[in-house]
């Protein structure tokens, strides 16, 4: 049975599912336009060039953002009002730019090298689409083997079979690799060691395509050399472009919260705790609770059976001070399923699905109802 206290609240953005176009420039200026090409790459987008409005009315009106550079603005006098128009430029000291501004209704004037990294995250948002965040939950384990990665792998195939875009990132560097749990440790595709040097922006688009495709989503785990470590501004840049995808990111997290593990805590809508019900368990999960605490607000428990004498669910989340959301189910056969290929989460009809898809249907209910 799944308890949910409370629900995951976000206000609703528009939903943008595939990737867009790069922006439209418009300018004569060969190095301003190098420059602009430059930040288009940075950025994985492509844009398209002209050196004054479009004759298409359509190519002004649906790229994502127009950039005009200030020798072009007199030329684009007279074009459609629209959001997502920034005037360009290098030069400190023109004073007619404002006016240019104004006389092609642009939303920002920026002027190169000083903008060059917020324009770059723009440029990439426009391409990307960015829509609604992806409701993004970790999971930790009260204590060493509390079953939180066979909870994290169940969520994520339950999300994916019910039609979510769905990635499953492993933040546990000694969990033995999430890719085991799916079967797919020699599936094709980067491992967190390809991403341990990322500081800037990671492109989502080709985050996504670069891993591997298990059971419907995409998993990011660790590589089967000695690397155990990933910088925290990787696991920032890498989570901030999962979330941008949207639908659902689950992250299996180690009981130790480091600065990386706090990057993650940092992005989590709530986190999810696996105790035991046994009195040590509950000893060690609240410090984890407490540490994990300290980043995060939303934290919830989740119960695991056989309980010590006069321990139950709801004892173990009143000790915890958390609101619970159920008990994790004993699935008979699990251990042998995994052994055949079939992922925890994998049979629709067990128990541990069920418990994870009714999780889905009321913690994420303003998907369908919007905001809680």
Known sequence: ????????????????????????????????????????????????????????????????????????????????????????????????????????????????????????????????????????????????????????????????????????????????????????????????????????????????????ALHGLRALSWGRDDTAEIPPQAMRAVLAAARRLGGVVVVDLPRRIDESVAEALAQLDLGLVVVPGELRAVAAAKRVVVAAGTVLDDLRVVARGPYAAGIDEHWVAQALGLPLVGELPTEAGLSAAQDGGEPPGGSPRGPLARFCTEFWERALDQDQGGKS
């Open 1 to 212: 049975m799944v308890i949910v206290a409370g629900t995951v609240a976000r206000d609703r953005l528009p939903s943008a599912e595939e990737r867009r176009g790069g922006p439209l420039i418009v300018t004569e200026d060969v190095q301003l336009l190098d420059d602009l090409l430059r930040l288009c790459a940075a950025a994985g987008a492509e844009p398209e060039v002209h050196h004054g409005l479009p004759e298409r009315r359509s190519g002004w009106d649906r790229a994502p953002m127009v950039l005009v550079g200030d020798d072009a603005a007199p030329r684009c006098r007279g074009a459609a009002r629209r959001r997502g128009v920034m005037l360009v430029g290098r030069a400190q000291d023109n004073p007619d730019v404002w006016r240019h501004a104004v006389g092609i209704g642009a939303e920002y004037v920026l002027r190169l090298p000083d903008s060059e990294n917020w324009l770059v995250d723009q440029i990439a948002n426009a391409a990307e689409g960015v829509g609604r965040p992806a409701v993004t939950v970790g999971v930790l384990g009260g204590r060493g083997g509390a079953g939180a990665s066979t909870l994290a792998c169940a969520l994520a195939v339950t999300a994916a079979r019910a039609g979510r875009r769905t990635m499953l990132i492993d933040g546990d560097p000694l969990g033995g690799g999430i890719d085991v749990l799916l079967g797919g440790e020699r599936a094709e595709g980067m491992r967190w060691p390809d991403f341990a040097h990322s500081k800037g922006r990671v492109g989502s688009g080709a985050l996504e395509e670069s891993l591997p």
